[in-house]
């Protein structure tokens, strides 16, 4: 194998890849990037045996059609520190050794060969679902926030992604929860798509949202019960789905909450920050005391002090007091779209809806704290 390539799209190519790979990994190989060079193209591919990465970019000259395996984190090291822009050749000497050659520096790394690289088969399902890159994006950063990091109860431990109907729509939904609080978010699809209901894992999703932020145009999405495809842009993430069942999150949609603040987004989040700053245990909760025109916050620490603070708010109902832990509320502000943010209540003691004016077809629920 011997090619030359444009050192800024290895380096890009090689970042993409390296995000998936364990950074201690029992199995040498797993923390290697598989390179292949055939067809006049180079494939850059990665793995930690329940995600696979591949992507496919161009290459200036390949010399010798080949492949080879080499530490991950060296290579990647490496290129980050070679002049950008210049051009890098990679060939391999022999069975266990690739030479990087890049102006007037010279490496040699060695190899493990492509044969032990495990191969995982990428068989999902004929249907395929094409959504919007930006719209799935979207999604996953409204759903991620609500993602539980409790493993005890693993299948909460990621997105629950599924088909839904609204008034003869199809959406394909997104919904995560800890328990203590839920977010959702969908988007439009065709009606006559088939999509089987996974849950896609954390690791997964820090991953495509990292590749969404950087692709534009369309994303196709394949997937049966135990395994999802991503493809977009030359790349193919895929990824095997949590084993477990998705508790039935439609009992905790609050259907009667009809007292409602409306808060400036950027005066509610600000505020929540200042306050907050007294207290370092989130079990301490922050106050909300509600009134018909104004919003008082208050944090109060038997370790550090108070703080407390009013903004304009507009309520259609009567005085209350509730309180929720305050990293919640920012976590929900930074997805809000829209310049005001909307509550809508039962009573002190029953989950909040919060809605964006600007997305329909988001929301998040809150349960409060008893403090």
Same mark, same amino acid.
């Given at each position: 194998?011997?090619?030359?390539?444009?050192?800024?799209?290895?380096?890009?190519?090689?970042?993409?890849?390296?995000?998936?790979?364990?950074?201690?990994?029992?199995?040498?190989?797993?923390?290697n990037?598989?390179?292949?060079?055939?067809?006049?193209?180079?494939?850059?591919? #990665?793995?930690?045996?329940?995600?696979?990465? #591949?992507?496919?970019?161009?290459?200036? !000259?390949? *010399?010798?059609?080949?492949?080879?395996?080499?530490?991950?984190?060296?290579?990647?090291?490496?290129?980050?520190?070679?002049?950008?822009?210049?051009?890098?050749?990679?060939? %391999?000497?022999?069975s266990?050794?690739?030479?990087? %050659?890049?102006?007037?520096?010279?490496?040699?790394?060695?190899?493990?060969?492509?044969? +032990?690289?495990?191969?995982? =088969?990428?068989?999902?399902? =004929? *249907?395929?679902?094409?959504?919007?890159s930006?719209?799935? %994006?979207?999604?996953?950063?409204?759903?991620?926030?609500?993602?539980?990091?409790?493993?005890?109860?693993?299948?909460?431990?990621?997105?629950?992604?599924?088909?839904?109907?609204?008034e003869?729509?199809?959406?394909?939904?997104?919904?995560?929860?800890?328990?203590?609080?839920? #977010?959702?978010?969908?988007? !439009?699809? !065709?009606?006559?798509?088939?999509?089987?209901?996974?849950?896609?894992?954390?690791?997964?999703?820090?991953?495509?949202?990292?590749?969404?932020?950087?692709?534009?145009?369309?994303?196709?999405?394949?997937?049966?019960?135990?395994?999802?495809?991503?493809?977009?842009?030359?790349?193919?993430?895929?990824?095997?789905?949590?084993?477990?069942?998705?508790?039935?999150?439609?009992?905790?949609?609050?259907?009667?909450?009809?007292k409602?603040?409306?808060?400036?987004?950027?005066?509610?989040?600000?505020?929540?920050?200042?306050?907050?700053?007294?207290?370092?245990?989130?079990?301490?909760?922050?106050?909300?005391?509600?009134?018909?025109e104004?919003?008082?916050?208050?944090?109060?620490?038997? +370790?550090?002090?108070?703080?407390?603070?009013?903004?304009?708010?507009?309520?259609?109902?009567?005085?209350?007091?509730?309180?929720?832990?305050?990293?919640?509320?920012?976590?929900?502000?930074?997805?809000?779209?829209?310049?005001?943010?909307?509550?809508?209540?039962?009573?002190?003691?029953?989950?909040?809806?919060i809605?964006?004016?600007?997305?329909?077809?988001?929301?998040?629920?809150v349960?409060?704290? *008893?403090?």
């Amino acid at each position: 194998m011997e090619f030359t390539i444009n050192r800024d799209v290895l380096l890009q190519s090689i970042s993409n890849a390296y995000g998936i790979i364990e950074k201690k990994s029992t199995l040498p190989i797993l923390s290697n990037i598989l390179i292949e060079a055939k067809d006049s193209n180079i494939k850059i591919t #990665s793995t930690d045996l329940d995600i696979i990465y #591949s992507e496919k970019i161009n290459s200036e !000259e390949i *010399k010798r059609e080949g492949s080879t395996t080499t530490s991950a984190s060296i290579l990647h090291d490496i290129l980050r520190k070679i002049e950008p822009n210049s051009k890098v050749e990679l060939s %391999l000497q022999d069975s266990n050794k690739l030479k990087i %050659l890049s102006g007037n520096s010279k490496f040699n790394l060695l190899c493990i060969s492509s044969e +032990n690289f495990p191969i995982v =088969d990428d068989k999902t399902n =004929d *249907k395929i679902l094409e959504v919007s890159s930006g719209k799935l %994006l979207k999604l996953l950063n409204k759903t991620k926030i609500s993602i539980s990091n409790d493993e005890t109860r693993h299948y909460l431990n990621g997105i629950y992604l599924h088909k839904i109907k609204v008034e003869n729509k199809s959406f394909l939904s997104g919904v995560a929860t800890d328990s203590h609080r839920l #977010s959702s978010s969908s988007l !439009e699809i !065709e009606q006559n798509i088939d999509f089987e209901p996974i849950i896609l894992p954390k690791k997964t999703i820090f991953q495509l949202i990292n590749l969404l932020d950087k692709n534009t145009g369309v994303i196709k999405i394949s997937n049966n019960k135990s395994k999802i495809k991503f493809e977009m842009n030359g790349s193919i993430l895929i990824s095997k789905v949590i084993d477990g069942r998705f508790p039935d999150y439609s009992k905790v949609i609050p259907r009667d909450n009809e007292k409602v603040l409306v808060i400036k987004l950027n005066e509610f989040k600000n505020s929540i920050e200042r306050v907050t700053t007294v207290s370092s245990d989130r079990k301490e909760g922050l106050k909300m005391n509600i009134s018909k025109e104004m919003l008082q916050f208050l944090v109060r620490s038997p +370790n550090s002090g108070e703080g407390i603070e009013n903004i304009k708010a507009k309520f259609n109902s009567s005085d209350i007091s509730v309180s929720f832990n305050g990293r919640y509320l920012i976590d929900i502000a930074s997805q809000i779209e829209n310049d005001s943010i909307v509550m809508n209540f039962k009573d002190a003691g029953s989950p909040v809806l919060i809605k964006d004016l600007s997305d329909n077809n988001s929301f998040h629920v809150v349960m409060p704290m *008893k403090i």
